[in-house]
């Protein structure tokens, strides 16, 4: 069959992984290169940068506020996927039910995993607005504060309102895969161990959650390598501050690089950032190759 | 029959039951979506009115926030062209060398398949820190610094693999009895994707086109990091320089975040069918 000459592979996929090798994988080694090096503001255009070694690595474990950010980036991460996973499943099982308009409903839902982070932050930012902000607004008129909160001037609610910002954002991408995964659920499965008397809550544990469980990790993976890369949100939202009480890995690289011109700690930064990402990146990638093979 | 056993045994008659859900449905909805709303309503609100104590509709419909020059004397409407520009043209990389590449990697099976597809996996889960310096250093030496083309490059490299990812799952669905008919009947390799394959997956090609343009559309780091002449600067750019300079003016600031998100909310809803069916499709496969 023609379909099966190789040179036709080729002639599809070349000019897209031409293109990805040009525009990824070298930048990849690129900065792993830089990172060996002291490329600063004042040799990046004369050049005469040197050797290091490891020298920048040691540089910047050295400093805390490296330590600061990564700890904060874990800690982002995890508490959204806390809120987002659970909420997102929640309203996944709810518009799975069939009644009259429950799937336009949950597509437009999904209008929130499409707005542009800097959108979500700029609303975000807004709404934790302390004088004027909706959230203060109603936390008051409901009685729950006594004073406007200061929201975005105090490194633990900094993080909750980026929090709370990028679960928004995520829980539609939750919502919408786990609700198609649901539609995988038999409905005769759960109607026998209904009738065998199995409770709500065990159908649930035993039958629906086993089902969806590549589904569930790919989630999971795929939030997490999402969350942990954050950058526009918290550059936009709240700088890394106050202090350096949001700073994420990402943020510091950035800040590195086109803040303070230190090209090479902004590389080792980053591949710090890359090398946490692949090793639950790689978990993914071994889901779907596997499935590939299957 | 699932429903029906579920109305049993709540003892509801359906059409209850049903009327209470969509309620409960519709006010999930609008209070998720209501970020949205408070957006919307901030710009549309007379000027003063958010800092006064603002009711839930806005006491009359006024456009003052969206002002069309800026305080650089450059118009909202040169951003939204760059905005527009940069995105389509993305759009159009994404399309001339993802789509094919998606086809390639559903049909053909190898080592090398493998290997091509963990590099778009990897570059799905990029930081775009990792890679902007030395596309900084790069487009520095090329002279694409403060050109649009830098900002449309750089997109490219986030929506490409998402669409090879997606397109991939959706091509492999397409039964390969359909390509092999074509090509007795003596269509090409070529011939066949273009006048077979590519027409039957149009709704994966509207996802792929829809999520290519509001990735791109939604960049902020390429553009802040390759554009710093005014006139060139896009809207999230502009949306977030913005809130630096004009601090409390939340009409504004709102205004500009209602011209980034008004495009994409339009194009979604309007594609809603096609995109949510393409995402899911793509992603829960893997």
Not at chain 1, 22 to 42: E, Q, R
Not at chain 2, 122 to 148: C, R
Not at chain 2, 251 to 257: D, T, W
Request: overall charge positive; proline content about 4%.
């Amino acid at each position: 069959m023609e379909l099966k000459k190789k040179w036709i592979f080729y002639a599809f996929v070349f000019p897209g992984a031409v293109y990805m090798t040009v525009m990824i994988i070298l930048p990849i080694f690129y900065n792993i290169f830089m990172s060996f090096k002291d490329v600063n503001l004042m040799n990046f255009a004369r050049g005469g940068s040197k050797f290091v070694g490891f020298a920048m690595y040691g540089d910047i474990f050295s400093r805390s506020v490296f330590w600061v950010a990564l700890k904060n980036t874990l800690v982002y991460t995890l508490l959204c996927l806390l809120f987002q996973f659970p909420i997102g499943f929640g309203l996944a099982m709810y518009f799975s039910k069939s009644f009259r308009g429950a799937g336009f409903l949950r597509g437009i839902n999904v209008i929130a995993w499409m707005i542009p982070m800097v959108a979500v932050a700029g609303v975000f930012k807004y709404m934790f607005n302390t004088d004027i902000g909706i959230i203060n607004r109603i936390l008051l008129g409901l009685h729950l504060v006594k004073k406007p909160v200061e929201w975005l001037s105090h490194g633990n609610s900094a993080m909750a309102a980026l929090v709370i910002a990028n679960t928004w954002k995520g829980v539609p991408f939750n919502m919408i895969l786990l609700a198609t995964a649901l539609t995988t659920v038999p409905a005769d499965l759960h109607e026998s161990a209904s009738i065998d008397g199995a409770s709500r809550l065990q159908r649930f544990l035993f039958i629906t959650v086993p089902i969806l469980k590549p589904a569930i990790i790919s989630v999971l993976t795929l939030g997490f390598i999402y969350t942990f890369k954050v950058f526009d949100l918290v550059y936009v939202m709240t700088g890394g501050g106050p202090g350096s009480s949001t700073e994420m890995l990402s943020t510091l690289a950035y800040r590195y690089s086109f803040s303070e011109y230190n090209f090479s700690q902004g590389a080792a930064t980053a591949n710090v950032l890359f090398v946490l990402l692949m090793l639950v990146g790689l978990v993914y990638i071994g889901i779907v190759l596997r499935e590939d093979q299957a | 029959m699932e429903r029906e056993t579920k109305m049993r045994r709540k003892r509801l008659p359906k059409k209850q039951a049903d009327g209470l859900l969509l309620l409960g449905g519709i006010l999930l909805t609008m209070l998720f979506l209501f970020p949205l709303y408070w957006m919307v309503t901030t710009a549309l609100r007379p000027p003063g009115e958010s800092f006064s104590n603002p009711s839930f509709f806005p006491s009359r419909i006024c456009f003052d926030a969206f002002v069309l020059k800026n305080e650089h004397g450059v118009s909202l409407l040169t951003y939204l062209k760059n905005s527009i520009i940069v995105s389509v043209g993305a759009t159009l990389i994404t399309l001339c060398l993802g789509v094919p590449a998606a086809y390639g990697l559903a049909r053909f099976r190898s080592k090398l398949v493998s290997v091509m597809l963990f590099i778009f996996l990897v570059a799905q889960m990029l930081p775009s820190s990792l890679i902007l310096t030395p596309l900084f250093i790069n487009f520095n030496k090329l002279g694409l610094i403060n050109h649009h083309l830098s900002v449309m490059l750089s997109d490219a490299t986030i929506t490409i693999p998402f669409v090879v990812i997606i397109l991939r799952s959706y091509f492999k669905d397409i039964p390969k009895e359909l390509e092999e008919a074509a090509i007795i009947d003596g269509c090409g390799a070529f011939g066949t994707f273009i006048r077979v394959m590519l027409p039957i997956s149009y709704p994966g090609i509207v996802t792929a086109i829809s999520m290519s343009l509001f990735m791109a559309w939604g960049d902020m780091v390429f553009s802040l990091t390759f554009l710093n002449q005014e006139k060139l600067k896009t809207l999230p750019l502009i949306l977030y320089k913005a809130m630096g300079e004009l601090g409390v003016r939340w009409e504004i600031l709102m205004a500009y975040s209602t011209v980034v998100v008004i495009p994409i909310v339009v194009i979604f809803i309007i594609m809603q069918k096609y995109i949510v069916s393409g995402l899911t499709a793509g992603s829960v496969k893997g």
